[in-house]
């Protein structure tokens, strides 16, 4: 005990410093003054003026919960955009929260991460033919918003079309229906939105010449300070699930949700190294402590790997965010437009039907029109019916990817998470074996829990029951029931696969242990699946022998009263 004094001022100040990092910051937001915020006053529905004469769109609400989050107090101005690029060069504004990020704009401008993706679309009256690229263009009257993106790069791209800048997209869109000009170059949403909404109903998108742009909060250049207070809101909206609930508000399922663990890695960094060198410090200091900071530092390791998985699936979630997207435009124009060129097939089928009475048999569309009355329906019904179901395979995809806050409280049918778990893998399952059989129990009662996370374990079992598949002639079994003795749902899935090692069996689900690691397999999945099952207070048991398949039973508590 003779040194323990000498020690504990020598480690004083790292002790300090650990507390120091340990201890919030906070007030600096509070101190700073008013931040003017910029914004197109007619650019729906990202930004707008509404009926009352208030600032209002996907914009203006992320701002204010920007402003929110970080103790900031903001003023919102809306104008024409032209000038409002000039107030943010004079400084009369601090920062514009809508403006797409291009190479032409670097030298002016100074960007945040982007918060949406804009596309821009080619306007024309419809008849008009598709413009394939900006070729295209030459020689054409093109309409374009003043100081908007496609007036800057139509400007230093020189395509040689006449360009006629207006104040606001609806001004484009308004003149180009009147019969004015050739095109409208304008944002893709806001231009469905604008035609809509106004009743534009001979204008139609004929081409989209630009890949999806970054659309981000923008400064003057070298404006670092205030950019990086909303860079900083923006993330924490994005992990605390604000910014989706904003984007669901506006955009609707126009685009999907985008899926973060950010938060999450960057919460558990800031906790961990100081426990670390707190730890580390007391047992230098003590050393009857060693085993319990081995064993600390153990568990801290274990997390950290977890952590890392969470986030490559937290970018597999952005990634099929992305591709959710560009899949979910091209088919809500399939299902808005089929049920129309139905009817107006319905509509012509009259006239046609008279033209065969009297005249005969006739070609039209290289058919025959005997046979063409018949195909032409079947075939808009199949292509519906097809759009349907890429549209269903896409809101599963997002449901799966999505972060999941809820709490466990759902009332959960089992046979319905199977179904939607069977549809989220059906590509892997045709690429491994052609014999998946299913039955589901009618009548099952429902379980307490959470839907989305017991749909993880039932994709994870599918997918592990369809790597263990030796060849495609081998099948995989879903079966559902209840135990009315020990009031449980079941869940059987069975393999015909390779079967496991009775060495490895009792260590399936440990984290980490794995048998296909040699292939990218990072022993998480079973691990996670078991710890979601535990969760729900139910059990999972694995039963296999090598060559002859594998079992597995899932059970879980049914719901009272159900």
């Not at 790069?153 to 869109?173: C, Q, R, S």
């Not at 390791?301 to 435009?329: F, P, R, T, W």
């Not at 209840?482 to 079967?499: I, K, M, P, T, W």
């Not at 998480?524 to 002859?548: D, N, P, R």
Request: charged share 20%.
């Amino acid at each position: 005990m003779t040194y323990a004094l000498p020690y504990t001022r020598r480690f004083l100040p790292v002790l300090l410093l650990v507390l120091c990092m340990l201890t919030p910051c906070s007030g600096w937001a509070a101190a700073a003054g008013t931040i003017v915020v910029g914004g197109d006053h007619n650019y729906p529905p990202y930004e707008f003026i509404d009926k009352d004469g208030h600032p209002a769109g996907f914009n203006v609400d992320l701002t204010r919960a920007i402003a929110e989050v970080m103790g900031m107090t903001v003023e919102i101005r809306l104008g024409r955009w032209e000038e409002i690029r000039k107030a943010l060069q004079r400084g009369e504004v601090d920062i514009v929260q809508g403006m797409v990020q291009a190479e032409v704009r670097a030298r002016d401008y100074d960007f945040s991460p982007p918060h949406s993706i804009i596309n821009q679309s080619v306007f024309a009256r419809r008849g008009t033919k598709p413009v394939r690229d900006l070729g295209d263009l030459k020689g054409k009257e093109v309409f374009v918003q003043n100081g908007g993106m496609m007036h800057d790069y139509l400007l230093e791209k020189n395509v040689g079309a006449a360009i006629f800048p207006v104040d606001t997209h609806i001004d484009a869109l308004r003149q180009l229906a009147a019969g004015k000009h050739d095109y409208a170059l304008v944002g893709n949403l806001p231009g469905l939105y604008l035609s809509r909404e106004f009743g534009l109903s001979n204008i139609v998108p004929v081409g989209r010449l630009f890949a999806g742009q970054p659309y981000c909060y923008a400064v003057k250049k070298g404006n670092d300070q205030i950019l990086s207070q909303f860079s900083e809101g923006l993330a924490i909206l994005k992990n605390t699930g604000r910014y989706q609930k904003i984007h669901d508000k506006w955009l609707g399922a126009l685009e999907p949700p985008v899926v973060s663990w950010r938060k999450i890695l960057t919460y558990a960094a800031i906790t961990a190294l100081p426990l670390l060198l707190l730890l580390s410090a007391i047992g230098y200091i003590n050393r009857r402590l060693a085993k319990e900071v081995a064993l600390r530092t153990q568990e801290m390791q274990l997390q950290q790997q977890q952590l890392i998985q969470a986030d490559k699936m937290a970018s597999l979630g952005v990634l099929v965010s992305g591709i959710a997207h560009e899949i979910n435009n091209p088919t809500g124009l399939l299902l808005y437009n089929l049920p129309v060129l139905k009817k107006i097939f319905r509509s012509a089928e009259e006239h046609l039907e008279q033209r065969f009475q009297k005249e005969g048999d006739f070609m039209i569309g290289g058919l025959r029109y005997s046979q063409f009355r018949e195909d032409i329906p079947l075939l808009i019904d199949e292509m519906h019916d097809g759009a349907t179901r890429i549209k269903r395979i896409v809101e599963d995809l997002k449901d799966f990817a999505r972060k999941d806050t809820s709490q466990m409280d759902q009332s959960v049918l089992l046979n319905d998470v199977v179904r939607a778990a069977l549809r989220l893998v059906d590509n892997s399952i045709r690429k491994t074996t052609g014999n998946v059989v299913t039955d589901l129990a009618d009548g099952l009662p429902a379980v307490r829990g959470n839907a989305q996370r017991i749909e993880q374990v039932v994709v994870n079992l599918i997918l592990n029951a369809c790597q263990a598949l030796p060849d495609p002639a081998k099948g995989i079994f879903l079966t559902t029931g209840f135990d009315a003795e020990r009031n449980e749902v079941l869940l059987l899935v069975r393999d015909e696969g390779v079967g496991i090692a009775s060495d490895d069996l009792h260590r399936i689900a440990d984290p980490f242990f794995t048998t296909k690691r040699e292939t990218g397999g990072t022993g998480l999945g079973l691990s996670v699946s078991a710890s979601i099952i535990k969760e729900h207070q139910g059990t999972m048991v694995f039963e296999s022998q090598q060559g002859e398949g594998t079992t597995v039973r899932v059970a879980l508590p049914a719901l009272q009263g159900a």
